[in-house]
């Protein structure tokens, strides 16, 4: 364990030790190998006391009370960001074709950074995805998602340390159906080269900037061997161009299987975009679920949004029973992007230990605290 963590601090680039416990600053290395930024541009970077505007989605369901905390941990530590919030629309707008408004997207492009809350779309309603949206129209290409052990909080895993790099915009999730006959319908896997090498070059140079040792391509080119042969002849001819780092392809079934047996197995995986879905989903069960997980995509031009990858929980939806870790943790991959580490670590430092001294936990983590209990202590170790 003592090496694991040491390797984990030598590999750290960005980030500042706050705090005298190896654990936390394993955490902390880790975090701040997730979310430091490779390529920004963003129109309100901070000059002096000016404010960053930054776009914030609450979201649905308990989305509102999580974001809530987010913004009452930022005051408390004196983070220099306005929020330019944007709620989901009670109508479809035909220019998005879903819930979201144009104008909340144009936020997003504008500022070129956010927070976002959870949200749902009605299942088989045949309204199109808010999710989906948000990474077609501003071509949210990866997603980040990183899977750490958290100081404190015992699951079955104690040093899990990897992330996962998702294809974000096409896919099975390219949102192409329809029906052939009557009782047969089609859904169309779309697979490109521009795509694939794409996220390949951001999960190489990913590893690369931060100390990884190996990229793990996920894949089933056995079965699928137009769409995922291509994948994975792009993953190669990208790997080529960094022979420091160890490549490997690995099949998705066997991937879920040597993930539940030895996550530490894997540093980096990159995969399209179902296989992302589910292999990041099963990572975070490795650490104690979605509740405590951050997120974040990366776009084009230097757009992030991060984002609680979680549901929008309506049956404890204004109940003040939420975790907000999901979306305080992405917060601070936010305050990351944007560079303002110093405040991102003081935060995480104080998530970080209001979680181990397990006082205050939500019910989700086995306690019996309320959202606002919670918040409460985490800025009271602010």
Partial sequence: MASQIM?????????????????FAAAA??????????????SSTPSGSDLITATLFPGDGIGPE???????????????????EHYVGQEIDPRTQSFLTWESLESVRKNKVGLKGPMATPIGKGHRSLNLTLRKELNLYANVRPCYSLPG???????????????NTEGEYSGLEHQVVRGV?????????????????????????????????????NIMQKTDGLFLKCCREVAEKYPEIKYEEVVID????????????FDVLVMPNLYGD???????????????????NIGEGGIALAEAVHGSAPDIAGKNMA?????????????????????????????????????????????????SDFTKAICDHL
């Avoid at 319908?185 to 900037?209: C, D, G, M, N, P």
């Fill in 278 to 296: 589910i292999i990041s989903d099963l990572c975070a069960g490795l650490i104690g679920g979605l509740g405590l997980t951050p997120s974040c």
């Fill in 29 to 42: 290395a880790a975090s701040s190998r997730v979310f430091s930024p490779l390529d920004r541009s963003f």
């Fill in 323 to 371: 975790n907000p870790t999901a979306l305080l943790l992405s917060s601070v991959s936010m305050l990351r992007h944007l560079e303002l580490n110093d405040k991102a670590d003081r935060i995480q430092d104080a998530i970080l230990n209001t979680i181990a001294e397990g006082k205050y936990r939500t019910a989700d983590l086995g306690g019996t605290s309320s959202t």
């Fill in 185 to 221: 319908v089609e859904s169309l896997k779309i697979i490109t080269r521009q795509a694939s090498l794409r996220v390949a070059e951001y999960a190489f140079h990913y590893a690369k900037a931060h100390g990884r040792e190996r990229v793990s391509a996920i894949h089933k080119a």
């Fill in 153 to 167: 909080y015992k699951t079955r895993y104690d040093d899990v340390d990897l992330i996962t790099i998702r294809e």
């Fill in 66 to 84: 999580i974001a809530e905390s987010v913004k009452q941990v930022f005051r408390t530590a004196d983070v220099p960001i306005e929020w330019e």
């Fill in 7 to 23: 390797r984990r601090v030598l590999r750290s680039r960005a980030t500042k030790i706050f705090s005298t416990n190896p654990s």
């Fill in 254 to 265: 066997n991937c879920c299987m040597m993930l539940v047996k030895n996550p530490a197995l």
